[in-house]
């Protein structure tokens, strides 16, 4: 058996439940902006031009006319 654990008080001891509390609690605080950041990727960025190109959209009409057509 380890013996540091022998020679502490007993109220120095830490307990398994506040052992995994606290790694929770470091868990969930260095985690939680990275994922926070992850999510919000698309408020946080300029939106782009959704618009086509004016040649690309003439070719849509033209060939969208052209079955209508047939």
């Known amino acids: 058996m380890n013996r540091a654990i022998l020679s502490l008080a007993r109220g120095q001891q830490v307990l398994l439940g506040e052992k995994i ?19 919000r990727l698309d408020s946080l960025r300029p ?9 690309v959209q003439e070719e849509i009409d033209a060939r969208a006319a052209a079955r209508a057509a047939k």
């Open 47 to 55: 939106r782009p031009d959704n618009a086509l190109a004016p040649e």
């Open 21 to 39: 509390g606290l790694y929770s609690l470091i868990c969930v605080a260095f985690m939680s902006y990275p994922t926070w950041v992850l999510f």
